[in-house]
């Protein structure tokens, strides 16, 4: 027996952002809208509040998030959640905005501290205010899943957060707000979706309905990231992976990720290298790692992306697939973990707290191959050196 969680109601397609004010009036009042700098710059945030307004929406605005969130976002959204009475929230954005909107619509309904609801120690009972998710990145579904990945800044931990309460009531998914997006963070939450996808396909929690899901967001992405990344103004590109995006998701939240975002998160709050890249990094030497143990799966997925690889075998395949996987990741130009700039000291001084934050964060046991924490360690000094073959192999 499963169980499926999704947003109440998924708004999707070109000008979907024009639905916010309608959707938001029918929810609340007054909304707090939690964005960053970069969207302000961008007019986004501009055109959201315009829109809630003319709908007859208050407005207060919380823009502090930067790059990946924190503890101290969430308190200062909460604080001014509070202050002003708000009513609903709502969230345009990358993940980390998405992701601290969680936060606040759950804690602020629940009481407590964000840390408190780490590995189910706090369970939320209650809804939280109504959090209407607006995507901007069409990378790493958070409008779409029912966890909220925060990191911890006294302890330096990524706080991976799980429950159903945390589910943002409505996603609004518009394509043409990902048209601004960057070239490398294109590719940075692009690979991310993928590993979503691959993720939920080989997680040992998956089944038939999340299965669905995650072959058909992988098929999309492979087919069109690399157009995304090489012209991002083809909407037709950015469309399917922004939906691929939100059906990995779905897959994900429902079926669970694995071993790369387990080792993915300590990278992230102790170097501060963006979720994306951090999991793109690492996708190469967990594959490798991991490809044994799930070659049955792989191949599956191989012969429903490419159909010629039904007349060979399940290894062979299986092979095809995590080259072909390897060549997209060098066709978007992902570097490895000391190419990106991280000291290798520092690095393998942290190596023995990464490896325990990881097995902690309870990923790495959704895996088929479940690491120890020497071969965790193992893992992040072969990711930070690795190099990718030619693409002529």
Not at 18 to 35: D, F, P, Y
Not at 148 to 166: D, L, R, S
Request: charged residues 20%; glycine residues 6%.
């Amino acid at each position: 027996m499963h169980t499926m969680h999704f947003p109440r109601q998924v708004i999707y397609g070109e000008d979907g952002l024009k639905k916010v004010g309608e959707i938001s009036n029918q929810e609340g009042k007054r909304a707090l809208l939690i964005s960053d700098p970069v969207m302000d710059e961008l007019g986004n945030v501009s055109a959201c509040r315009k829109l809630l307004e003319e709908a007859g929406v208050d407005v207060i605005t919380y823009l502090g998030v930067e790059s990946e969130p924190t503890d101290k976002f969430v308190d200062e959204a909460l604080f001014i959640c509070r202050e002003a009475a708000c009513d609903l929230i709502v969230s345009i954005g990358g993940g980390s905005c998405i992701d601290t909107a969680k936060a606040v619509s759950v804690v602020i309904t629940n009481g407590g501290f964000v840390s408190d609801y780490m590995n189910q120690k706090t369970i939320a009972e209650n809804e939280g205010l109504p959090l209407i998710a607006i995507p901007t990145t069409g990378g790493t579904g958070s409008e779409a899943t029912d966890a909220t990945v925060i990191t911890n800044e006294n302890n330096g931990i990524k706080m991976m957060i799980k429950q159903p309460a945390f589910m943002p009531k409505i996603a609004i998914v518009d394509p043409l707000l990902t048209l601004s997006t960057p070239k490398n963070t294109t590719a940075a939450v692009g690979i991310d979706s993928l590993t979503h996808a691959l993720e939920a396909y080989i997680s040992k929690h998956a089944h038939p309905f999340t299965d669905q899901l995650a072959r058909s967001s992988f098929q999309l992405i492979m087919e069109n990231l690399k157009d995304a990344y090489q012209d991002g103004d083809n909407i037709t590109a950015r469309s399917n992976t922004m939906f691929a995006s939100m059906q990995a998701g779905m897959a994900f939240s429902n079926a669970s990720v694995c071993l790369v975002h387990g080792m993915s998160r300590p990278i992230g709050a102790l170097f501060h290298v963006p979720h994306g890249i951090s999991n793109a990094m690492l996708l190469p030497v967990v594959l490798e790692y991991s490809k044994n143990a799930c070659q049955e799966r792989l191949y599956e997925l191989a012969c429903h992306v490419y159909p010629d690889l039904k007349n060979v075998s399940p290894n062979e395949g299986a092979n095809t697939l995590v080259h072909r996987i390897l060549t997209l990741c060098e066709d978007l130009d992902i570097p490895n973990l000391g190419s990106w700039g991280i000291n290798q000291q520092e690095f393998e001084r942290t190596l023995p707290k990464m490896a325990e934050d990881a097995l902690i964060s309870g990923s790495p046991a959704n895996n088929p191959k479940v690491p120890t924490k020497d071969e965790l360690i193992d893992l992040y000094q072969k990711a930070y050196r690795y190099q990718y073959s030619s693409k002529s192999t």
